[in-house]
């Protein structure tokens, strides 16, 4: 695709409505978009390039941005293989251009890629700046949002920030839904475990003027900049978004989910004014880590499996320590034929965790729930509403 976004600034990257798994773990109903832009000024410069999957119909792109003309630069925002794999080709074209990126960057290149770009780089550092012409680039490291390695560009003149994986999304640019909810999935699944890093950024982006957000995935975002700012802020903050009940569950046989569809009909029945509820064997467990850090209180029910966690909830705790999941409130329910030990291991799990509080009652369950509902159940309840 190649859409002007200013009078100078040109979209030219590209959808990719094939892809199944985004870093071969993420599901992407929707495909993705590898972002990349032309700024055309005295000295032309390419915001990135593309993932190898699409090489062919970005330089189609290029070329149909840049007619006659030469790029003189290539920035390197960020070292991913899906914004890097079309280097090679693109400084084939352009046998002049010089390629921009910070010491991190030409290290990583290195470790990926054996074409020599030696001759050609131009190493930037926090501050430095680039001039095309009637307008300068200035450059801001981003390290560990989400990669060593990251940074981010502002442009002074259209007062774009070109912030790489920041502010990105799931999806192809042309798939109509919703911004927060793929974007919050991106955003907890791939960066959010470096909320004081984010946190960092969103300090440089309080100081600029901005009018348009441009990143490396996702849509252009032009119009109601501090909506998604301040999702970052939240996000970021490691603060639950909203007030609601997330309950997740691993069930071997369909009792435990029975017990826990049992609690969402009695929470709701109590008023509750939001419960989402997984089935972390069958669903997507990014979409579970999403609602797990939306959401300021969360009930896991497990079945015991070995005299351990069944295989899915272990997997699910296992993801968000390693998002550095924290500030919740979680409540507890295990199912067990002869000796549930499932509580006490997702309880020794979530102590482990920042600051995340453990309800006191936790429902047993031996095999399946039979007849009025457990009065520990009830009191669980409460407690969650209370």
């Given at each position: 695709?190649?859409k002007?976004?200013?009078d100078?600034?040109?979209y030219?990257?590209?959808d990719d409505?094939?892809?199944?798994?985004?870093?071969?773990?993420?599901?992407?109903?929707?495909?993705?978009?590898?972002?990349?832009?032309?700024?055309?000024?005295e000295?032309?410069?390419i915001?990135?390039t593309?993932?190898?999957r699409?090489?062919?119909?970005?330089?189609?792109?290029?070329?149909?941005a840049?007619?006659?003309?030469?790029a003189?630069?290539?920035v390197i925002?960020?070292?991913e293989?899906?914004?890097?794999?079309?280097?090679?080709?693109?400084?084939e074209?352009?046998?002049?251009?010089k390629?921009?990126?910070n010491?991190?960057?030409f290290?990583?290149?290195?470790?990926?890629?054996?074409?020599?770009?030696?001759d050609?780089k131009?190493?930037?550092?926090?501050?430095?700046?680039?001039?095309?012409?009637?307008?300068t680039?200035?450059?801001a490291?981003?390290p560990?949002?989400?990669w060593?390695?990251?940074?981010?560009?502002?442009?002074s003149?259209?007062?774009?920030f070109?912030?790489?994986d920041a502010?990105?999304?799931?999806?192809?640019?042309?798939?109509?839904?919703?911004w927060?909810?793929?974007a919050r999935?991106?955003?907890f699944?791939?960066?959010?475990?470096?909320?004081?890093?984010v946190?960092?950024?969103?300090?440089k982006l309080?100081?600029l003027?901005?009018?348009?957000?441009c990143p490396l995935?996702?849509?252009?975002?032009?119009?109601?900049l501090?909506?998604?700012?301040?999702?970052?802020r939240?996000?970021?903050?490691?603060?639950?978004?909203?007030k609601g009940?997330?309950?997740?569950?691993?069930?071997?046989?369909?009792?435990?989910?029975?017990?826990?569809?049992r609690?969402k009909?009695?929470?709701?029945?109590?008023?509750?004014?939001?419960?989402?509820?997984?089935?972390?064997?069958?669903e997507?467990?990014?979409e579970a880590v999403?609602?797990?850090?939306?959401?300021?209180?969360?009930v896991?029910?497990?079945?015991?499996?070995?005299?351990g966690?069944?295989?899915?909830?272990?997997?699910?705790?296992?993801q968000?320590?390693?998002?550095?999941?924290q500030?919740?409130t979680?409540?507890?329910?295990e199912?067990?034929?002869w000796?549930?030990?499932?509580?006490?291991?997702?309880k020794?799990?979530?102590e482990s965790?920042?600051?995340?509080?453990?309800?006191?009652?936790?429902?047993?369950?031996?095999?399946?729930l039979?007849?009025?509902t457990?009065?520990?159940?009830?009191?669980?309840?409460?407690?969650?509403?209370g």
């Amino acid at each position: 695709m190649v859409k002007k976004l200013t009078d100078s600034v040109i979209y030219i990257g590209c959808d990719d409505a094939d892809l199944d798994l985004f870093e071969s773990q993420f599901d992407v109903p929707n495909g993705m978009a590898y972002n990349s832009y032309a700024i055309m000024d005295e000295k032309i410069c390419i915001m990135d390039t593309v993932d190898k999957r699409k090489t062919e119909a970005w330089v189609g792109n290029v070329k149909e941005a840049l007619g006659d003309k030469k790029a003189d630069y290539l920035v390197i925002s960020h070292m991913e293989p899906d914004h890097t794999g079309s280097i090679k080709i693109l400084a084939e074209m352009f046998p002049e251009m010089k390629i921009v990126g910070n010491a991190k960057t030409f290290a990583f290149y290195d470790q990926f890629y054996s074409y020599d770009i030696s001759d050609r780089k131009i190493v930037v550092k926090e501050g430095d700046t680039l001039d095309l012409g009637s307008r300068t680039l200035t450059f801001a490291m981003a390290p560990m949002v989400h990669w060593p390695e990251v940074m981010m560009t502002y442009d002074s003149k259209d007062k774009i920030f070109f912030t790489a994986d920041a502010f990105g999304k799931f999806g192809t640019l042309d798939t109509d839904e919703d911004w927060a909810c793929e974007a919050r999935r991106y955003y907890f699944n791939i960066v959010g475990k470096y909320g004081a890093q984010v946190q960092s950024v969103i300090k440089k982006l309080d100081k600029l003027d901005i009018q348009m957000i441009c990143p490396l995935h996702g849509p252009i975002l032009s119009e109601n900049l501090d909506y998604y700012i301040d999702k970052y802020r939240v996000w970021s903050s490691f603060e639950p978004e909203d007030k609601g009940i997330f309950i997740a569950y691993a069930s071997i046989h369909g009792n435990t989910a029975a017990a826990a569809m049992r609690l969402k009909e009695l929470l709701e029945s109590k008023g509750a004014p939001k419960v989402s509820i997984a089935d972390l064997s069958r669903e997507d467990i990014a979409e579970a880590v999403e609602d797990a850090f939306r959401y300021d209180r969360m009930v896991l029910a497990c079945s015991t499996y070995n005299m351990g966690m069944f295989t899915p909830m272990d997997r699910f705790l296992n993801q968000l320590k390693s998002k550095d999941y924290q500030n919740r409130t979680v409540g507890l329910i295990e199912n067990g034929t002869w000796t549930p030990m499932a509580a006490k291991l997702m309880k020794t799990q979530l102590e482990s965790m920042k600051n995340v509080k453990v309800l006191n009652t936790v429902v047993s369950i031996k095999s399946s729930l039979k007849g009025e509902t457990p009065d520990a159940m009830v009191k669980l309840a409460d407690e969650l509403l209370g």
